[in-house]
């Protein structure tokens, strides 16, 4: 479940870098918009009570065939400011390409105007094919949405994953045992890691434990060298692997009421 996780927070990670570089490539006043449909775009007021005759709007061409409609002014969300906010509406007959529209306030000296690229395109296709998004292009997902989607999901996983591995080394810690989560073969040793929490019944150095197979079955014995942050390496006392999954005896055996290896109980 972990490697589910994983993916899904990579899908989401790829997704979000792809949509911010498509938005980066294609900029913010370059709109896309189908033939017969409209988009709303918004900016910032040069003026400060402005009313509809202070709105000033040309399109490039002048024979474009587009329309700009004026919705309303209004205080903008973040510092207060005032903001206009319009449409950009595009003739049921107009030809795809590109356009420009200009948008000023009247009187309003050194107040630059809002210049805007408008790319018209004959069917939803059309869009497609042009956007500056892969995932867009290939797949017709919006990135920002897959990235949310995903991100959420592999999140979820990732949570889960955490509560049920603390949930498994629990209850193996109860049973007095451990996993094996890395092995490797060293100066012509052969070394296992486990996890151990600090207790009564916690391997010395030079302690002897058993090793197991996932099944439960002896795959031989091992010998505690170290203890760091939890972490126990342990020395294989044969040259036999350890398969994914075996675990190590960390409770010492009972041999006639006493431990094997001599530590007190």
């Known amino acids: 479940m972990g490697y589910i996780s994983g993916f899904f927070l990579l899908v989401a ?14 900029g913010a006043t370059t709109l896309d918009l189908l033939r017969d449909g409209e988009i709303v775009i918004s900016g910032p007021s040069a003026l400060k009570n402005p009313v509809t005759s202070d709105l000033g709007h040309a399109f490039s061409p002048k024979d474009a065939p ?27 007959d107009a030809e795809p390409g590109e356009y420009h529209l200009r948008v000023f306030f009247k009187g309003a000296a050194g107040q630059g105007a809002q210049n805007y690229d408008l790319r018209v395109f004959e069917d939803a296709a059309g869009m497609r094919a042009a956007s500056f998004s892969h995932i867009r292009r290939y797949l017709d997902l919006n990135p920002f949405i897959l990235a949310a989607i995903t991100g959420i999901f592999g999140f979820m996983l990732g949570v889960a994953t955490y509560c049920f591995g603390r ?3 629990s209850f193996l810690g109860q049973l007095g045992l451990s996993e ?12 296992v890691y486990c996890l151990v929490n600090p207790g009564p019944f916690t391997p010395k150095p030079g302690n002897v434990r ?28 044969d040259d036999s692997g350890v398969p994914p999954g075996s675990l190590v005896c960390i409770a010492p ?9 001599g530590e007190k109980e």
């Open 13 to 26: 990670l790829v997704s979000l870098f792809d949509g911010l570089t498509a938005e980066m490539r294609q």
């Open 167 to 169: 949930r498994y080394l």
């Open 210 to 237: 058993m090793v197991l197979a996932p099944d439960g079955t002896q795959i031989g014995e091992a010998r505690a060298e170290k203890l760091h942050k939890n972490k126990l390496m342990l020395t294989m006392l």
């Open 66 to 92: 587009l329309q700009f409609e004026l919705d309303g002014f209004y205080t903008g969300y973040w510092f207060g400011n005032g903001m206009w906010r319009g449409k950009i509406m595009s003739n049921r």
């Open 253 to 261: 055996p009972m041999v006639h009421g006493t431990k094997a290896d």
């Open 180 to 191: 094996i989560y890395h092995s490797k073969r060293h100066d012509g040793q052969y070394f």
